[in-house]
């Protein structure tokens, strides 16, 4: 493992996934909500920086190949896991958050099963944009349970603002988090689903002649 800036950043945004959901144990709302979406950001920049950094100066590793998914499925995980309890289980959100969440487990087992293997499946263009639609609308959406919070002094219960009126800032803000959510959603299954036909050839059983 070598220490350089680009495992570096890797690092410190596997170490800020778990901090967002810190900031609700410590900081009273809507000052958690502020926090947490500065921290998601800013690890989020990370996401770009860090690779992009690891092949401008040649400095690519096995140990940063490793760690960037993994970094970034902390981030997605345990950020939906904060919004979905504090938007009050929306089931508008809680179905893609769904779709999300089980395309990572999915996809990790599989890279977990095929080995070595896993290497030769590349990450298509539509991953990386999967997983900016995902950090976008995460962004947003903690965005919007923030102002909600701040203009109402509360937590939406579930099931409010199923259908758009966009009286307040809270509102927009939640609902385009909700449709880039879904948007995300779709892009997550088409990608899980892209990575277990190339994945099939390491699944077969191979019996002797």
Excluded: C
């Amino acid at each position: 493992m070598r220490w350089n800036l680009p495992n570096t950043l890797t690092v410190l945004r596997l170490i800020a996934a778990p901090g967002v959901a810190v900031m609700f144990l410590y900081f009273a709302r809507p000052w958690a909500d502020w926090f947490a979406l500065t921290l998601f950001i800013g690890a989020a920049i990370t996401d770009w920086f860090d690779g992009y950094l690891a092949r401008a100066w040649k400095q690519e590793s096995k140990f940063g190949a490793m760690l960037d998914p993994i970094a970034d499925k902390a981030m997605v995980v345990i950020a939906l896991v904060v919004i979905t309890g504090y938007s009050g289980m929306n089931p508008w959100l809680i179905l893609p958050a769904t779709v999300i969440l089980f395309r990572e487990v999915f996809v990790s087992g599989l890279r977990e099963f095929i080995g070595a293997d896993a290497g030769k499946l590349k990450v298509t263009k539509l991953a990386k944009w999967k997983t900016t639609a995902q950090m976008v609308a995460i962004a947003i959406l903690f965005l919007g349970t923030g102002l909600d919070y701040l203009e109402t002094g509360r937590a939406p219960r579930a099931g409010e603002g199923d259908l758009p009126n966009f009286a307040s800032l809270a509102d927009l803000a939640n609902h385009v988090g909700l449709v880039l959510i879904w948007v995300a959603a779709v892009l997550t299954a088409i990608t899980g689903w892209d990575y277990f036909r190339k994945a099939l050839p390491f699944l077969r059983d191979h019996k002797d002649s």
